[in-house]
T-cell receptor, first 114, second 113 residues
Framework: DTGVSQDPRHKITKRGQNVTFRCDPI?????LYWYRQTLGQGPEFLTY????????KSRLLSDRFSAERPKGSFSTLEIQRTEQGDSAMYLC????????????FGPGTRLTVT | DQQVKQNSPSLSVQEGRISILNCDYT??????FLWYKKYPAEGPTFLIS?????DKNEDGRFTVFLNKSAKHLSLHIVPSQPGDSAVYFC????????????FGAGTTVTVRA
């Protein structure tokens, strides 16, 4: 049984660089969500996909952020021209279409922008 | 705006006793509520959930109570065990919003031996 996986687990980058994270959901799950968590806060919704369609983006997701799910399986989240304020834990979650209310999270990618 | 609030940032409880975690919400459209447990450097792990049509759901040592009129839910863990030491997040969603989760800030539980 494989759960949600994310890669890399940790990323340290310099301000202004681009970074890309990957999420592999549970195989039969058709919904995939991205959240961001900063220190002392709960996760905040960023965007989500149903199959390959990106259905909603939060206002937290600036133009520097883009997410894709090209074949309805894995997803990538790219941040261009990173800023120190982008430092956070980026979490991916997936759910099945008939139980969308229960989301299962991956281990997250910890991004540090120096 | 913070639609889900966990007003107690921390809770310390003795092993074997009951842990009670509280959560308040403001959005009356929420129709599904979940509790997640999180260890350091790991993602949140789903613990237990409750639909708005119920007022109680039980799973082993974990029970969630929902009071819709007060917009309040609580998680009871009994008996508390050392492995329960973690951060607990309350989350809420509604089907109209495709179940996007709104989280509280979390409560850190420490179980003392």
């Amino acid at each position: 049984d494989t759960g949600v996986s994310q890669d890399p687990r940790h990323k340290i980058t310099k301000r202004g660089q681009n970074v890309t994270f990957r999420c592999d959901p549970i195989s039969e799950h058709n919904r995939l969500y991205w959240y961001r968590q900063t220190l002392g806060q709960g996760p905040e919704f960023l965007t989500y996909f149903q199959n390959e369609a990106q259905l909603e983006k939060s206002r937290l997701l600036s133009d520097r952020f883009s997410a894709e799910r090209p074949k309805g399986s894995f997803s990538t989240l790219e941040i261009q021209r990173t800023e120190q304020g982008d430092s956070a834990m980026y979490l991916c979650a997936s759910s099945h279409w008939d139980s969308s209310y229960e989301q299962y999270f991956g281990p997250g990618t910890r991004l540090t922008v120096t | 705006d913070q639609q889900v609030k966990q007003n107690s940032p921390s809770l310390s409880v003795q092993e074997g006793r009951i842990s009670i975690l509280n959560c308040d919400y403001t959005n009356s459209m929420f129709d599904y509520f979940l509790w997640y447990k999180k260890y350091p450097a790991e993602g949140p792990t789903f613990l237990i959930s409750i639909s708005s049509i119920k007022d109680k759901n039980e799973d082993g040592r974990f029970t969630v109570f929902l009071n819709k009129s007060a917009k309040h839910l609580s998680l009871h863990i009994v008996p508390s065990q050392p492995g329960d030491s973690a951060v607990y997040f309350c989350a809420a969603s509604n089907h109209v919003d495709d179940y996007k989760l709104s989280f509280g800030a979390g409560t850190t539980v420490t179980v003392r031996a």
